[in-house]
């Protein structure tokens, strides 16, 4: 079996397993699925995307009219809530796409050319994964100025780093198997080998580290909105709704538990889900601590 | 049965405490509002003793950087109200707005277009030299000769001269007509007065340093992040200063400065957020006082752009759109009142709820297919709050408004800087000062450089905010007013929407403050000078 069929058959038998016995990896999708068609539904659903002031009254508590209560300028929390969601979760998973993009790229090309070029890429990676994450993102959103844009470069350059430490270390096994050597001296072309070989057979790991990287992602979003640097008003977003939940938290509380338990559980989620997934994809990474 | 009753018991009780303990400051404000002297939202007995020490307090934000530290070229209140700290002004505002001696100890006025001052005897400058009639005739020379911005409100000064005799020191200011608003312009902390001596020799450079004869002076400062401030020993009442050092920490999040006031580590803070006072009512040992402002919001509109602002018609029938009652409501807590160009709790003040804006009906859909953007700068969250409301409102009317919340810096560059300006619609604030024909210069393009971006000169309406200064308080200065209000409403250029609440919480367990109820200059530390420290 050459390497490429053998990855595939492992990762296809690692998510056949998945579907048929684990209950925990169930749960989690079930959570993100939820919270994904809640913010779908939020948009498309008259009622629910009513996000203006003349819906109730300020700081209403939550009541059959308003689920949730209402915010600051009378807005129904729910309508924010999920517009919040779709914010926070489009944002985080285009960031996660590019951070999946340069980190598989990087970590491949360091791993397949190896040397100065290796040394070079992780050394970078070193000095910024050596940052705090939200210190990083902070000095990145403060160069950019507050925005989306901002929280997305943010995201992308905190998760790098260790992206492409997990997807270089993986690659570079990949790299000294017979079935590269063979293709190399057999002269097939370097992309070609680094795409049809070496990628394929990371692929379980970048989607690993991808889920990993979704949840620092939803995390980062909600420290920088928090702190005024990420998603800007009007738009809402769960790092934005704790922001204002924080300041009301003595008199209006339902802003910050709403808004701190869904980060919470799509956090959860994502985690539980990569967890479920390294087990089954990298099965030799997983470690029972029991 | 007996283990449940018991439970019932333990949770009665607790419940008990924690409401008594909720309550029990509130109990103590609203009796202490009911001691409050007229004019005061807060008041401490200046005579009392003061147990002296450090007061540490929480700013939201800093003066200016880009003025420098020059009291005459200052342009926006947190400048005024920290350079006030240090320098003096010949006089200042009381209770309801009263001019007040600061210090000029008095002044007369032989006439309508002569004011004579008489300085204070003992008033000397920090660095131990006594004030003199020739710095304040300096000060005045310099700020005019410079084109400072507030020069423009000194109105039309002909001559200012050392009328000294002997040793009392003495100025006198005559002006080409008569201009009521002189007093209330002369008590702004740009018409502060510098040490003139120190300054034409070089030895002192007001853009970075400051010497004053006002009741601090600084011991450190690092730009947006803290000041701390001596007492000034050579000032003239030092002896009454219950204050020895005054610390400063900007900090621009709310719940930050909340937080300091709740755990102690603040005495004393700003909000312009009016819900701070339902925030802190449950703090122990802190009080909360609201603020009456003349300072006022108004929306910009891009006279001047390539968009459809540029249309009055259409400027007219956005501005009826808005509905600032519910603009009050919603977004400003209910703490605040829609107003005209001369704001609304000064005399002679227009009637908002006359003017075509608001008599006006627009019908839903009046504005389909208007795309607009909406400027705001994010430190001022009532301004962000109001953004959202304003869009809302005119979304309603049909029109599809992108809100831009930016860093000031940005705001700036795009409303003030460009020339014309990068924007539709952009929301502000200003001072409203103490006379209600103060503010309607900045209507005035010619005399607020920093308009001329988005707005034109107008001859009709430069012509009633003229004439409107210079009459007296009373029925012919309101019918004035009225008119000036009125045009610029019809204009639709920069337009009034509502009073700018301003909250400061405080431990009153360990200080006592003096607060005016209310304020034309966004300077809540006017009373710093009365405020007392307690025995904790």
Redesign the interface.
């Known amino acids: 079996m050459t390497g490429t069929a053998a990855s595939r058959a492992t990762a296809a038998g690692g998510l056949r397993k998945l579907r048929t016995s684990d209950p925990v990896f169930f749960t989690a999708l079930g959570m993100l699925t939820l919270l994904i068609l809640a913010s779908v539904a939020g948009r498309l659903i008259p009622g629910l995307n009513d996000g203006?002031?003349?819906v109730g009254g300020?700081f209403e508590a939550p009541s059959l009219a308003h689920p949730l209560g209402t915010d600051?300028?009378?807005r129904s929390l729910l309508a924010r809530l999920l517009e919040g969601i779709g914010t926070t979760f489009m944002l985080s998973l285009a960031a996660v796409v590019c951070t999946a993009i340069i980190a598989t790229a990087l970590g491949i090309i360091a791993a397949y050319a190896g040397g100065w070029a290796r040394e070079i890429v992780m050394r970078i990676g070193d000095i910024l994964y050596a940052f705090p994450a939200i210190l990083l993102a902070l000095l990145i959103a403060a160069s950019l100025?507050?925005g989306g844009t901002a929280a997305l470069a943010s995201i992308v350059l905190v998760t790098v780093p260790l992206m492409t430490r997990m997807v270089g270390a993986a690659a570079a096994q990949v790299v000294q198997r017979d079935f590269v050597t063979n293709a190399r001296i057999s002269g097939v072309a370097a992309p070609l080998i680094m795409v049809r070989h070496v990628l394929v057979n990371v692929a379980g790991t970048v989607i690993v580290q991808a889920t990993y990287a979704l949840s620092v992602a939803i995390l980062v979003e909600g420290g920088l909105s928090f702190l005024?640097y990420g998603v800007?008003?009007?738009a809402s977003s769960l790092g934005l709704l704790a922001s204002e939940g924080?300041?009301?938290m003595?008199?209006a509380p339902w802003i910050l538990i709403a808004s701190g338990s869904t980060m919470v559980i799509a956090i959860l989620a994502v985690n539980l889900l990569g967890d479920c997934l390294r087990d089954r994809l990298e099965p030799r990474k997983a470690v029972d601590l029991t | 049965m007996r283990s449940k009753t018991k439970t019932l018991t333990g949770v009665a009780v607790v419940a008990a405490l924690v409401l008594s303990a909720c309550s029990g400051q509130n109990g103590d404000s609203d009796d202490a509002e009911l001691d409050l002297p007229d004019g005061y939202a807060a008041y401490d007995d200046p005579s009392a003793d003061s147990a002296g020490g450090t007061l540490s307090m929480q700013l939201d934000y800093d003066t200016a950087e880009t003025g420098g530290l020059d009291p005459a070229t200052a342009e926006i209140a947190r400048s005024w109200t920290i350079m006030g700290l240090v320098y003096e002004s010949l006089v200042s505002i009381g209770p309801d707005f009263e001019i007040e001696p600061e210090l000029a100890s008095s002044w007369e006025q032989p006439d309508e277009t002569t004011y004579v001052f008489d300085l204070q005897p003992d008033a000397t400058f920090s660095n131990g030299r006594p004030v003199s009639a020739d710095d304040v005739v300096g000060s005045f020379e310099r700020l005019l000769e410079m084109a400072a911005l507030w020069a423009g409100q000194l109105g039309p000064i002909e001559s200012i001269e050392n009328t000294s005799e002997g040793d009392a020191q003495q100025v006198t200011i005559t002006l080409e007509r008569p201009y009521t608003p002189l007093l209330a312009a002369l008590a702004n902390t740009p018409a502060a007065i510098l040490p003139m001596e120190e300054l034409e020799a070089g030895d002192f450079d007001p853009a970075e340093e400051m010497l004053g004869s006002g009741a601090f002076s600084v011991a450190d400062h690092r730009q947006d992040e803290y000041w701390v401030f001596e007492a000034n020993q050579e000032w003239w009442n030092a002896d009454s200063l219950g204050v020895d050092e005054l610390r400063i920490e900007i900090s621009g999040d709310d719940q930050t400065r909340l937080a300091g006031l709740r755990d102690g580590s603040s005495q004393f803070s700003n909000f312009s957020n009016p819900d701070a006072l339902s925030l802190l009512e449950s703090a122990q040992g802190v009080t909360a006082a609201s603020q009456t402002q003349s300072d006022f919001f108004y929306l910009m509109f891009n006279a001047l752009g390539d968009s459809a602002m540029a249309d009055q018609e259409t400027r007219q029938l956005v501005n009826a759109a808005i509905d600032r009652e519910q603009l009050v409501d919603v977004a400003l807590a209910g703490a605040a009142v829609p107003t005209g160009v001369t704001p609304a709790n000064l005399p002679d003040a227009c009637s908002a709820e006359t003017l075509q804006s608001a008599t006006t009906e627009v019908e839903a859909g009046a504005l389909e297919g208007m795309a607009l953007s909406l400027l705001v700068y994010n430190s001022d969250p009532s301004l962000v709050a109001i953004g959202q409301v304003v869009q809302q409102q005119l979304e309603a009317a049909g029109a599809t408004v992108e809100l831009e919340s930016l860093d000031y810096g940005s705001y700036a560059d795009r409303v003030y800087t460009a020339q014309p300006g990068q924007f539709d619609l952009a929301l502000g604030w200003f001072a409203g000062y103490a006379d209600p024909s103060m503010v309607t210069s900045w209507w005035d393009p010619d005399t607020a450089i920093f308009n001329a971006g988005f707005m034109e000169s107008h001859d009709d309406l430069n012509a009633a905010i003229e004439e409107a200064r210079g009459l007296e308080p009373g029925e012919e200065r309101a019918a004035a007013l009225q008119t000036v209000c009125e045009l610029v409403d019809d204009y639709s250029e920069m337009v009034p929407l509502a009073t700018r609440p301003q909250v400061v919480g405080y431990r009153s367990d360990s200080l006592g403050i003096t607060l005016l109820s209310d304020e034309g200059y966004g300077d809540f530390l006017r009373g710093i000078v009365d405020f007392r420290m307690l025995e904790s």
């Open positions: 203006t002031s003349s300020r600051g300028l009378g100025g507050p005024g800007q008003l009007p924080n300041v009301y003595l008199t």
